[in-house]
């Protein structure tokens, strides 16, 4: 029962038009949502977060917008750029009791290709 | 400054042989993880620690062991290697009673073969 899910593998986008990218989840209890970048052979890293109390969070040329009625969230890039090329990787968290851990649920991701 | 740093990062095992993966962090964090990451799979949650000598079980745990003896490392054992196990590997750091507004801190990852 996959709870974060990324429904595109792929994108392919020109440079300098917006990229788009989804995530739905299914479990209410996310209460906190990120956004992982990962490069080839390197580890994710973070980009943009939001809180569930939000609808939008925005740092330079990425946006993240939050719905929290349908469960879904998207990352918007403005303008793509050919460094921006990467997977990325939707990713919630609830905060389990006793433990105090924010564990992590990632999507598959989505593969962006920012065409020249 | 290091970050989280993972050894080794290329690994060919047969099968049923053992090995090691180490990650060494030096942040001071309180939090570590173990994820595997499969095509077309995500990354997914193996064990977890919330601090210096606890560890916990998460989403795919079977066939792994883990040990947190010091704050600043996570080893991730396997006793008897699967095929199955064939994955890149990623620790992951992050502060203690934070929200994770600022995320993770994920290692380079190791890539492992079992043939």
């Known amino acids: 029962d996959q709870q974060v899910k990324q429904n595109s593998p792929s994108l392919s986008v020109q440079e300098g038009r917006i990229s788009i990218l989804n995530c739905d989840y299914t479990?209410?209890?996310?209460?906190?949502f990120l956004w992982y970048k990962k490069y080839p052979a390197e580890g994710p890293t973070f980009l943009i977060s939001?809180?569930?109390?939000?609808d939008k969070n925005e740092d330079g040329r990425f946006t993240v917008f939050l719905n929290k009625s349908a469960k879904h969230l998207s990352l918007h890039i403005v303008p793509s750029q050919p460094g921006d090329s990467a997977v990325y990787f939707c990713?919630?968290?609830?905060?389990?009791?006793?433990?105090?851990?924010?564990?992590?649920?990632f999507g598959k991701g989505t593969k962006l290709s920012v065409i020249p | 400054n290091a970050g989280v740093t993972q050894t080794p990062k290329f690994r060919v095992l047969k099968t049923g042989q053992s090995m090691t993966l180490l990650c060494a962090q030096d942040?001071?964090?309180?939090?570590m993880y173990w994820y595997r990451q499969d095509p077309g799979m995500g990354l997914r949650l193996i064990h977890y620690?919330?601090?210096?000598?606890?560890?916990a079980k998460g989403e795919v745990p079977d066939g792994y062991n883990v040990s947190r003896l010091k704050k600043q490392n996570f080893l991730l054992g396997l006793e008897s290697a699967a095929p199955s196990q064939t994955s890149v590997y990623f620790c992951?750091?992050?502060?203690?009673?934070?929200?994770?507004?600022?995320?993770?801190?994920f290692g380079s990852g190791t890539r492992l073969t079992v043939v």
């Open positions: 939001i809180s569930s109390i939000k």
């Open positions: 942040m001071n964090h309180e939090y």
């Open positions: 990713a919630a968290s609830v905060k389990y009791s006793g433990a105090g851990s924010y564990q992590l649920t």
């Open positions: 992951a750091s992050s502060k203690m009673g934070r929200r994770p507004n600022y995320g993770y801190t």
């Open positions: 479990n209410s209890m996310f209460d906190y």
């Open positions: 620690s919330v601090g210096e000598g606890t560890t």
